[in-house]
């Protein structure tokens, strides 16, 4: 892979009623309605009538996921493959549901994570346990068990054949320890899923877009999460596709960017390591003073309140990481 570095922002792309996004090299967006809009994406590749979905949002993402297919002229039939970044329920809650929908796809995950796929049952307690079952059922719907015979295990040598182009999987520690990044030789970009942070377009800014670094429970680890930023930098893609929010073209600059707020990130954690009362309150307001600071050096057009608001959930996810 190898691109020099683009414009802040590549043209607008072409958005169906759908909200289904195409960019170039068959590569779409479409919007998995978790949460808010705009929040997290499901990707699609489509290659001479072979499809590829790129995490699969939750169960309550999947009659999104069937529409996009429709409007694409192409039937669950022509789904491949079901190619997860790692099993967090934003990214893989739909999956069962979605590959019981396409009976010729296989699901491929990390190693780490073929087990959650099979049995899902201690994932979805873990869920409820930090949600409550109300919230977990509310905002994912649960999960549906996969057979094994329909999962393929993402290694860090694996390499799937879709339509005339190749995917290939690296090992993406950092964020979780069952991470992968999706390499695809057809559109020379990097599906990262959360390791390569977050990239709000609320966010944008003349200077391009702002990202940071997603530290949510509860298998952040600086050292490994640098090394899995660096590898992209190296490898110098056209783009990047984040799971929260798809395409990034301005790599080099991100990964800089990234890099310093892992061990911003880290020093701040290491700083409360002490305390025994209101540690994960301390470390959010601290997280919040060292993002909101960048925001705005960055010239994002949000007030802070708009802040607080728009991050609400990250900064408390990355502190009971951080902590």
């Known amino acids: 892979m190898n691109s020099s570095e ?9 958005t169906t009623h759908l909200g289904l996004r195409s960019y170039e090299d068959g590569v779409w967006c479409l919007d998995s309605g978790y949460f808010r809009d705009s929040f997290d994406a499901v990707h699609l590749i489509e290659d001479n009538g072979e499809l590829a979905v790129i995490d699969a949002g939750t169960q309550y993402s999947v009659p999104r996921i069937l529409q996009a297919i429709e409007s694409l002229g192409l039937t669950p039939d022509d789904v491949r493959y ?15 549901l979605l590959a019981d929908h396409c009976p010729r796809a296989k699901v491929v995950v990390h190693p780490r994570g073929v087990r959650h796929l099979i049995d899902p049952s201690k994932l979805w307690q873990a869920v409820c346990q930090v949600y409550t079952q109300e919230v977990a059922e ?6 549906v068990p996969i057979q ?17 182009r190749q995917i290939h999987f690296w090992d993406a520690p950092g964020h979780a320890l069952h991470h992968v990044f999706i390499v695809d030789e057809g559109s020379n970009a990097i599906f990262t899923g959360d390791t390569f942070g977050i990239s709000y377009r609320e966010l944008d800014s003349p200077q391009g877009a702002f990202t940071f670094i997603t530290s949510s429970p509860s298998q952040f680890d600086p050292e490994t999460h640098r090394g899995s930023v660096t590898r992209v930098m190296q490898a110098k893609p056209k783009a990047v596709y984040l799971t929260h929010y798809s395409e990034l073209r301005q790599v080099q600059a991100a990964g800089e960017a990234l890099l310093e707020q892992i061990d911003g990130y880290a020093a701040l954690a290491s700083r409360h390591r002490h305390r025994d009362q209101g540690r994960a309150q301390a470390i959010m307001a601290d997280l919040q003073d060292l ?10 057009p949000v007030t802070e309140d708009e802040l607080k608001t728009l991050l609400a959930l990250d900064l408390r996810l990355n502190a009971d990481g951080l902590v």
């Open 138 to 143: 509310r905002d994912y719907g649960g999960m």
């Open 291 to 300: 993002l909101f600071n960048q925001i705005k050096a960055h010239g994002s």
């Open 6 to 14: 683009t414009s802040p922002r590549p043209a607008t792309p072409k």
């Open 82 to 96: 079901i190619l997860l970044t790692h099993v967090h329920l934003d990214h893989a809650g739909g999956a069962g």
């Open 148 to 164: 094994p015979n329909r999962i393929i295990e993402a290694t860090e040598t694996l390499t799937l054949r879709l339509g005339s």
